[in-house]
Each structure stands twice: as C-alpha cells, then as structure tokens.
C-alpha cells in the first residue's frame, strides 16, 4: 500500500502544473477594414497581426504570458468604428487595441475608448486632427506611432519645390484620410511656393478614373499629387499611361510600394517616375519580409507591417514596461506605460510619444525606377516641422 501511494505521489507530481502560476493571455484587439471596398487594408493587418503574434508567442510570449489576437471590422468608417471597438472591448475583453487603418474610422473611434477606458494605438491613420485631439488635446487614451500628412506634407512639398515644382493638382480619395492629406498639402505648397492647379477627389474602389485624369490634364499643372493606395493606384495607373499623361507623380499612400508592385507584376514599370512619401517601405525588415512572402507567396502590405510594427516596437515595450514597474498589466497601466516607451530604434525609427501621444518616426522618400523600388532618402522627424 505504501509503495502505490508513493507511486501516486510520483506521478502526481510529475503531472504539468496548471495553477495560479498560469497567468492568463494578454489580449490584443486589431480594428481595421475587413469587408467593403478597403477590406485588402484589413486582410493585410490581419495577416501581419497573426505572424507577430506568433513570433512573440514563440519566444515565450510577454513576461511568461502568451498574446491572443481578436479583430474586429470597422469598414474604414467612422460609424463602423464604434461597434468595432465595442465589440473588441466588451465582447472580446482585450487589454489594449491597435487601430484603425483608416483616419476616418480612428475619429470616430477615438470618443469610444476614452468612454470605456481602453488604450488604442494608432498603427497607420494620418489626419492631423488624430494628433492634435490626442494626449494634452484631451485623448489620454489614444497614441499614434504613425506620422500624419500635416507633419509630411511640409517636408515633401519642400521636396517638390526643390525639383523645381511650380504647380501641382492634387488627387485624394474621398475620405477622411484624403480630405485631410489634400487640406494639408494644399496649406504646404502655399509655403513652399506650389501653386495648387486643383483639386479632385475619388471614390476608393472605383474602377474607372478617365473622367478625373481628363480634368487632371486640362489644368496644365507640372505634377499630381496624389493620395491614393495600391488597391486604387494600379487600375489608376494604367489608365495614366493609356491616356499619354506626362505629369510627374508625386504620392502619398501605398503608391510606390511592394504591394503596387505586385498588382501591377504584368508591367511593373507603368510606375516608373513615381516619388512618395511614406514611413515603411519593404527592406527595413528583411527578416520580417522573407516571414511573410513564404507564409503568403505575396509581397508584405504597409497596413499589416504597421500593425505588426506598432505590436511588437510600441505595446510590448508598453506591456514589460506596466508589468515591471507597476505590477500588472491592465488597461489602465498600459496606458501610463505608453507613455514610458523609449525605444531608440525600430524599422521605421525611434518610437518615443510626446505630450500628444504621436511619435515621431523616419520619414522615407520612395520611388520607382526600371520596375524596382528604392529609397531616395530617409529624413528623421520632429515637431520642429510645422513651425
């Protein structure tokens, strides 16, 4: 009898201890567009999500406690945003939420997580209101490791003026985050002495853009400046290219990217001559670049990059920081830890908030030549830039 109970003891004790020293999951919530005309932004940022998640969770996770992902589909509107971030904070109980892609749908996001009290780090947004309503201008909840157009437009149209830009049109899309770049750019070509020849606006999604490229080239102006993504930039394009235009393109978006690219494969140089600006370009993460082309046989999007960029270099810093200096992690104290973040470098720069919760990454200028990318320049950022 006494050697059955010591046997039993043995195997109990060999038996994998599940108790309190289990900490549970950190959750996570991604907000993007996954349905409508923008759903490739929110396919991308799910993907980019998942394969970082992985990554961390490979190393052992966060202070010993593994990372869940939870989405949730705002459809790049602001009204779609609400539910999203409701339904990743009441329904999904996530501890902070990194979103949403779409200026228009962080705005209208922004009210909800300070109603409820949960950090959201903003991934790529780039209306300058995001800025200017977070932090000090009385958003304590939201950050934003992206750079908007306001703090851009002044350095890229400084760019064109240096090339000798006299006038230029611009092309936005017809949403917040468009109308936004399009006011922005319009006040920095002022400043930089840019006539704006006039400016247009598109439906994201529509297939057809020979109407706008008509007007476009009835102006006369030198450059289009356009504010479009790679989704809408290929059909756009083409059609560029059929009609004979010849102004200079200069972008802000995913114009000149990996992901254009690769939608326009069949005749890669039709973006030949393109100049963007832009904050994340494939090669700053070689690493994280071969991940993705063998887990998608595609090249690697902006909009999931970002997202896995502001997981792994703004809020894991932000969760070791809650956990080791404070004690614990919930939504509260992440909130405090994000504004301890200091890292030094990431790819796309330093990552360290400032009074109103932006963060001043690199700003890249891209272009394409012969079909390939490459960088033109890689500018550091400060708030010194709009004065």
């Known amino acids: 009898m006494r050697i059955a109970l010591a046997l039993v003891l043995l195997l109990v004790a060999a038996l994998p201890f599940h108790g309190a020293a289990q900490a549970p999951p950190i959750r996570i919530g991604f907000g993007s567009a996954m349905s409508g005309p923008a759903a490739i932004t929110g396919e991308g940022v799910k993907w980019g999500a998942t394969l970082a998640v992985e990554e961390i969770n ?5 202070m010993g406690r593994k990372l869940e992902a939870y989405f949730a589909d705002n459809k790049a509107q602001p009204g779609e945003a609400v539910s999203a971030v409701r339904k990743l904070a009441d ?3 996530v501890d902070v939420i990194i979103g949403q892609t779409h200026s228009g749908a962080c705005l209208g996001a922004m009210p909800v997580v300070k109603e409820i009290g949960v950090p959201m780090v903003v991934e ?38 240096k090339k000798g830009v006299k006038s230029a049109s611009i092309l936005a899309m017809n949403n917040d985050f468009g109308r936004g ?6 006040v920095a070509f002022k400043k930089a002495g840019i006539k704006t020849a006039s400016t247009e606006f598109f ?4 297939p057809d853009y020979r109407p706008v490229l008509a007007r476009l080239k009835r102006t006369g102006a030198e450059a289009i400046l356009a504010v479009i ?3 809408d930039g290929a059909p756009f394009m083409r059609q560029f290219r059929e009609l004979g235009m010849t102004q200079k393109i200069y972008a802000r978006g995913s114009l000149a990217s990996a992901e254009f690219l690769h939608q326009v494969r069949d005749n890669p140089k039709l973006g030949d001559g393109i100049i963007e600006a ?19 046989n595609i090249p690697p999007r902006i909009h999931g990059s970002l997202a896995a960029i502001t997981l792994k270099y703004a809020v894991v810093p932000a969760l070791e920081i809650a956990q080791k200096k404070h004690g614990k992690i919930d939504r509260a104290t992440i909130r405090q830890a994000l504004t301890e973040v200091d890292v030094k470098d990431s790819p796309v720069g330093p990552i360290k908030f400032d009074q109103n919760h932006q963060a001043w990454i690199n700003m890249i200028l891209l272009e394409i030549q012969d079909g390939k990318l490459r960088i033109l320049e890689k500018l550091p950022t400060s708030p010194a830039l709009l004065n």
């Open 91 to 93: 329904v999904d109980k």
């Open 181 to 186: 770049a399009a006011t922005a750019y319009d």
């Open 124 to 161: 790529s947004c780039s209306h300058a209101d995001i800025r200017k309503l977070s932090g000090k201008g009385g958003n304590e909840w939201t950050f934003r490791v992206a750079l908007d157009d306001e703090i851009m437009a002044h350095t890229f149209a400084k760019y064109m003026a």
């Open 229 to 231: 993504l790679a989704s």
């Open 58 to 62: 490979a190393k052992g996770g966060v």
């Open 203 to 206: 439906d994201p999604g529509q």
């Open 278 to 296: 832009s904050y994340w370009v494939t090669g700053l993460d070689p690493e994280w670049d071969r991940k993705w082309q063998e887990r998608h």
